[in-house]
T-cell receptor
């Protein structure tokens, strides 16, 4: 099975711009979670989507949003970029909603640099 | 609010020595705890889960609710254990496994 893929892998944007990152989960996985990784804050949960519905949201401002499509692919969008949004954005997928589908499979991440 | 603390950013040991990566958590309920690992140039991946109570690659971790700790241990470290290790918590109840609270991570280096 192919792993979780994220595009693009690297991105450079300017303050004030917006950006869209994409995540394709493992085939058959219905849950997609997004995390922000920075040296100062570590890994922080952004949100989770399951069957096209957002089911959990972390403590991030409304500039961070996401969505999931019927094929389980997910996108996250950050509007009005700030320098502090520079980070590695990780996507993770899980097979479903059963108790035994606890393992998250992570993608390689998208490195976003805001200048 | 739930929180996971890994007090050591860096940990260095020699091959064959015992290693313990510390993890403390604050959470009022009964959490589930995990250890995730990221080897060089690889993706973050699950190492073990406290409920499973199994040994993976020689590593074990016991949940100590009294001390609110979930330390990761291995009696004899190997060079291939060098990696970044993250402790993670899932809160109890209906919270999804897709929402984890991670610690800051510990970089383990095992010297030959």
């Amino acid at each position: 099975k192919a792993g979780v893929t994220q595009t693009p892998r690297y991105l450079i944007k300017t303050r004030g711009q917006q950006v869209t990152l994409s995540c394709s989960p493992i085939s058959g996985h219905r849950s997609v979670s997004w995390y922000q990784q920075t040296p100062g804050q570590g890994l922080q949960f952004l949100f989770e989507y399951f069957s096209e519905t957002q089911r959990n949201k972390g403590n991030f401002p409304g500039r961070f949003s996401g969505r999931q499509f019927s094929n389980s692919r997910s996108e996250m969008n950050v509007s009005t970029l700030e320098l502090g949004d520079s980070a590695l954005y990780l996507c993770a997928s899980r097979s479903g909603d059963r108790v035994n589908s606890y393992e998250q499979y992570f993608g390689p991440g998208t490195r976003l640099t805001v200048t | 609010a739930q929180r996971v603390t890994q007090p050591e950013k860096l940990l260095s040991v020699f091959k064959g020595a015992p290693v313990e990566l510390k993890c403390n958590y604050s959470y009022s309920g009964s959490p589930e705890l995990f250890w995730y690992v990221q080897y060089s140039r690889q993706r973050l991946q699950l190492l073990l889960r406290h409920i499973s109570r199994e040994s993976i690659k020689g590593f074990t971790a016991d949940l100590n609710k009294g001390e609110t700790s979930f330390h990761l241990k291995k009696p004899f470290a190997q060079e291939e254990d060098s990696a970044m290790y993250y402790c993670a918590l899932k809160s109890a109840g209906g919270t999804s496994y897709g929402k984890l609270t991670f610690g800051q991570g510990t970089i383990l280096t095992v010297h030959p």
